[in-house]
């Protein structure tokens, strides 16, 4: 099956900016969104962006908007997220993941069958 790998992760500073990505590797299959979640710990996977992926068009949580942006490539089948203006609150592992279905809610990782292995994104006060 497809495999994710996330990287980009790492420490920085309050109002700064990290630029994440998910590249993909193997069978070439028809994704139909692509999303970004993240985790803390003791707490559930939290959605935070998607893309569909022919289309491109973008799909934002509410604590995100205006500061992050996704974005893909489909030909390199890779995904970015550019994340300006970090706080604190932004801290948590970042997942990239990805779907082949339609008719249900990109905003639920049940949704997606494959996922990457994480990266740690930490944000200092």
């Known amino acids: 099956q497809v495999h994710l790998v996330e990287s980009g992760g790492g420490l920085v500073q309050a109002g700064g900016s990290l630029r994440l990505s998910c590249a993909a590797s193997?069978?070439?299959?028809?994704?139909?969104?692509r999303a970004w979640f993240r985790q803390t710990p003791g707490k559930e996977l939290e959605f935070v962006a998607a893309?569909?992926?022919?289309?491109?068009?973008?799909f934002y949580s509410d604590s995100v908007t205006d500061r992050f942006t996704i974005s893909r490539d489909t030909d390199k089948r890779t995904m970015w997220l550019q994340m300006n203006n970090l706080t604190p609150d932004d801290t948590a592992v970042y997942f990239c993941?990805?779907?082949?279905?339609?008719?249900?809610?990109?905003?639920?990782?049940?949704?997606?069958?494959?996922w990457g292995q994480g990266t740690q994104v930490t944000v200092s006060s």
């Open positions: 993941a990805t779907t082949q279905v339609t008719g249900r809610s990109l905003y639920l990782q049940s949704t997606y069958e494959v």
């Open positions: 193997g069978p070439t299959i028809g994704a139909t969104f």
């Open positions: 893309i569909r992926w022919a289309a491109g068009s973008t």
